[in-house]
DNA sequence: AGGATATAGTTGCTAGTGACAACTAATGGA
DNA sequence: TCCATTAGTTGTCACTAGCAACTATATCCT
């Protein structure tokens, strides 16, 4: 078997297969578990993911939360009414731009937040506990890069079907 | 700074927090780029899933791939005549089970799959090329290995709400 | 055999997701 | 001042998702 790089087209190719197989494994677990996890708590996974936003980059316009979440405005803006309407953030128009919104979540979001992530951060711990613990932190590190590698990648530009020539 | 296993419920404890963070970023973003990918072919995500569960899986009644799926069978029914409708899959009555549908993968079903498998792989090779292949390959056995642990967790049991002692 | 029970799948219902397009209102530059 | 731009909402369509009710068939028990 080969250790050296002098094979790397053929050997990319089968990497690539090889973890588009395994992250695909990994990512549909994961929303299944987030889904179940996150639904015991009166939120749906986006709206969850909104929550998140909100706690994490304070109160923002609704223009900057769409592009947080990667969705359309009108699609955040439905969202963003639901959460109001259950008591999870506040929306009040922008104190500079009387177009724009200023959107904050409050402390009963806040709450809840906390309380999923800290379910999810249980699942985690039971998941990883029978690692060891230099391994973990390999992982860690692993995961880390990858999430920033396909960031730079595909990060922040959603356009759709900016490509293609052929069809079915 | 302790490298033995002495201190080893904070370090669980922050290991969890960390592998939760990256692995969150991770499973976001590759879910926004299997939608922005697999919408560009007539398809959404879930019916997507439906089509790889029927390509590797063979063909199934509506019950196995709503297990496979981890989704209701009243969802898998409606992802299922969709798919039908569009032309992906057969339904026919299972010749053993007069209750039962045999489900099956078209050759156009097949033939979209592997595109959209195709891209998807294109993206993954994108995003590791620029790494070495010996740590490819150790993200890969990382990736799998945590696949395998959120499985053995979480993986087949996706009832939901089993246990919530408090409330929001 | 025949009735009770269980299983397979569909359909009605409700709520939410997600995109696109059309719209209103406010901003800001020429 | 007027016009292009930007912020957000609303209408529409198609799909996702679960629960409950339903039909049809199968299986188990006596």
Redesign the pocket.
Known sequence: MPTTTHTGKSDLDRDARDLYAALSDLVRLY??RD??TI?CHD?????C??LQSLERGGA???????DD??????????????LE??GYLR?ER?P????????EITARGKTLCQRIERDLMDEERNIIESLDPAVRRAAIGVVRDLARLAAARIGRQ?A??AVDTEQV
Do not use: G, N, P, W
């Open positions: 929303q299944f889904r179940d639904c939120i749906s996974v986006t709206q993911y909104a923002m316009t609704l223009t900057a939360l769409a979440l990667m969705l359309d405005k009108s699609t955040t803006s439905r969202v963003a009414e639901t309407r259950k929306r922008h500079e731009d009387a177009r724009a919104m200023r959107i959603a759709c079907c």
